[in-house]
């Protein structure tokens, strides 16, 4: 391209930039559509995503071409730098929505049969019979432990109970809890 047809083409960005001129658009993308897409396949780039690539190229100048500076390079150059680029975000777009229908961490989980149900709701009726049975301090301090998710400090502040009294209670309720679970289990 020679330092004319730079200008002329610089020309008609800035009327299409100023004054929306239709004729000057048209010019453009009579020009620069066809080695667009030309320069795409040669990416490798399918000509069906060519084409599209070359509409959403063409619009931005249309809706940008204010943007465009001939200071600092000539209009292909601009454009070809934005086809490069949106190029580059398309296949990015791709490989990031591609997935493995057949990942397990995609899968749902499979149903419990009856059984393991059974027996889940057996263990949770143990284990609530067995914190019923503890004294209600033992009960209290485990509530907040492990169903407030609370620290030994943070409960040791709440109650005012010395730090350590805090702890040897809950080593405690759990020595009952073991107790109580594994004569059940017998």
Partial sequence: MDAEERQH??????????????????ELYDYFAPRLKSWLVRQR??????EELVQEVMIILWHKADLYDPARSSLSTWIFRIARNRRIDARRRLTTRIFDDTDPTLQPEAEKGADIIVE????????????????????ALLRFSFFLGQSHSE???E????????????RLAFGRLRKSLESERR
Avoid: C, W, Y
Wanted: hydrophobic residues 50%; without cysteine.
């Fill in 155 to 157: 409960i040791a502040a």
């Fill in 159 to 170: 109650t005012g109970l010395p730090l350590g009294t805090v702890k040897s209670r809950i």
């Fill in 45 to 50: 780039m399918p000509s069906s995503e060519a």
């Fill in 120 to 139: 889940s709701e057996n263990r949770d009726a143990l284990v609530r019979a067995a914190l019923a049975a503890l004294p209600a301090d033992q009960q």
């Fill in 9 to 26: 083409f610089a020309a008609l960005a800035k009327a299409v930039a100023e004054r929306r001129d239709h004729s000057a658009f048209s």
